[in-house]
């Protein structure tokens, strides 16, 4: 029966999780042909001669999955929508369109060709919370199809699905029945739109239960609709969120860029790389909203769109992890250069971007289900354990940088790396406890019955990053903000000075005897300079000049 959960969800994994390999193995293939095929399958479910798949006593097709929420409007049962007409607003539904179903030739000369009704096939729209009512569960027993046995027992009919319906809520579990009639090979289900009177999460399935249409397949297509569009529940919210995040980053970038040309003079070249950051948060954020909107207004899903969505969020990804990995080295503000481990960095960033790009192709191009397939571990546990290599190098980094710096008295630049510090730590402890709620919220939720906030573990992801990135943005410029720093290129505390050149040697990196040569001779045209200062001059300085001094 399916009131048991272990065997709903084994169902359920069975049926959506065949030929996901096959998937992977040519998502390079899908990608370089991302130009030639234009949509790909969303809300509209479509089935190409697809096989039936025994459990317990019957034979099942998984149709789909979604949340959807309660109608607003009455829909029709004989109007035909499309996806391009806008009438349908405040409306949900599943509607049925082209469905067919095929037996085999074998079991089409079993019958008599007098016959009206050789055959039967079903379509079962349940919610998740009445799964209890399918099967024999009242008899105690495991069967979900109906046989001579319990029909004496309990109220069914031999040969169709055991169905348990509420009088007081007789639209949950729903059964659509279609015949073959004589030795038809082929049978056409009735185009129709049943209409979703309560929100909820809703399963589709075509079941059978006579052994002798084994081999029957099925084609056509089903549209599922919610009011505000053809967006499954559980991705509606994000729509908005991705909105949103494009005007906090367009809003972001437009701040930056006016404080980069106002001291266009003191930028330091880490500054360039923050704002290629910004800038692909932007592009992602928006690409993604695009995306959602046209899969709203279509149901469909467009591929290039998709694609170009994936792939800005895996080279932001892979970016920012970058960015924070040679940071946490020093690169721009202690060493001038990463010198042969600037190899390991980039394999390593190279990696990343593979696995994060192959994982979000997955997640994303024709995933139509609000249901994750189990088979996403073999793309997640790669990236989760490169992630991990990346916080463990940036920490030891972090540990190293610190100790150098507090062995210079560079006091300026190890108050600024304390402050990054705290803030990745912070970041990471976050993550951790949020890893660890995901967890938590997938395993005490197989089936989707919180569908509705489930919405929230891609937000918040997007936005810790956009918090990491402001946090950042408020500290390194944070001297520069006031214009008596300014003056002086206050900046160039936190920028490598050459006149420290002999201690980088770290990770691989040693200075040549003319770099050292350079370094001197810097230093002493510093030190000459710093004589012909007026008092003036020093007293206006202040604290600036003697710490340059120490460094």
């Not at 932007?282 to 591929?303: I, K, V």
């Not at 001038?336 to 994982?359: H, M, N």
């Amino acid at each position: 029966m399916l009131g048991n959960n272990r065997e709903f969800i084994c169902l359920s994994y069975d049926l959506i999780g065949n030929g996901y390999f096959q998937r992977l193995t040519f998502v390079v293939l899908i990608y370089l042909s991302c130009f030639f095929i234009t949509q790909v399958g969303a809300s509209i479910h479509e089935y190409q001669n697809q096989s039936f798949f025994r459990r317990s006593n019957s034979f099942f097709f998984h149709g789909g999955s979604e949340g959807l929420y309660a109608s607003k409007l009455h829909v029709d049962p004989n109007q035909m929508p499309s996806p391009e007409e806008n009438h349908l607003n405040g409306k949900s539904f599943i509607r049925f369109e082209s469905i067919t179903f095929r037996r085999t030739k074998e079991s089409a000369e079993k019958k008599n060709d007098m016959q009206q009704k050789t055959g039967l096939v079903e379509a079962i729209i349940v919610e998740v919370k009445d799964r209890e009512k399918i099967g024999g569960s009242y008899l105690h027993s495991a069967a979900i199809c109906c046989t001579p046995d319990l029909s004496r027992e309990g109220p069914c009919n031999v040969g169709e699905v055991i169905i348990h319906q509420d009088p007081n809520y007789p639209y949950s579990p729903q059964r659509i029945q279609t015949f073959f009639e004589g030795k038809n090979e082929e049978t056409a289900m009735v185009v129709q739109t049943i209409e979703i009177n309560r929100t909820g999460m809703y399963y589709l399935y075509f079941m059978f239960c006579d052994p002798e249409l084994t081999g029957t397949t099925i084609s056509g297509r089903t549209v599922w609709r919610n009011p505000g569009g053809y967006l499954p529940g559980k991705m509606a919210p994000l729509m908005t969120f991705f909105g949103l995040m494009s005007l906090a980053y367009l809003g972001l970038g437009l701040v930056w860029f006016l404080w980069s040309v106002q001291y266009w003079k003191d930028i330091i070249q880490l500054q360039y790389h923050i704002t290629v950051v910004i800038g692909l948060g932007m592009c992602e954020m928006a690409l993604w909203y695009f995306e959602y909107a046209n899969f709203n207004a279509t149901g469909s899903r467009p591929m290039g769109i998709t694609i170009w969505a994936v792939t800005f969020t895996a080279v932001k990804k892979t970016v920012s992890r970058l960015l924070l990995l040679v940071v946490s080295m020093g690169y721009g503000v202690v060493r001038p250069t990463l010198g042969r481990v600037i190899f390991k960095v980039l394999l390593l960033g190279l990696t990343y971007f593979v696995f994060s790009e192959a994982l979000g192709l997955v997640e994303n191009l024709g995933n139509i289900n609000d249901l994750t397939g189990k088979a996403r571990l073999f793309l997640v546990l790669p990236v989760s354990l490169l992630d991990a290599c990346f916080i463990i190098w940036i920490f030891s980094a972090l540990s190293k940088t610190l100790e150098k710096l507090q062995i210079r008295r560079s006091m300026a630049k190890f108050a600024l790396y304390r402050r990054f510090t705290n803030t990745l730590a912070i970041s990471v402890l976050l993550s951790i406890a949020w890893v660890g709620y995901e967890l938590y919220f997938n395993a005490a939720d197989p089936l989707s019955e919180l569908w509705q906030r489930a919405w929230i573990i891609p937000a918040f992801w997007n936005l810790l990053a956009f918090v990491l990135l402001v946090s950042k943005l408020l500290e390194i410029p944070e001297p520069l903000f006031a214009s008596r720093y300014h003056q002086h290129g206050t900046l160039r505390r936190y920028a490598y000075s050459e006149e420290t050149g002999d201690e980088l040697e770290e990770e691989g990196i040693s200075l040549n005897s003319s770099s050292v040569a350079l370094a001197g001779e810097s230093a002493a045209k510093l030190e000459r300079k710093e004589r012909r200062a007026s008092n003036a001059d020093l007293f206006r300085l202040g604290e600036e000049l003697e710490e340059d001094k120490r460094e």
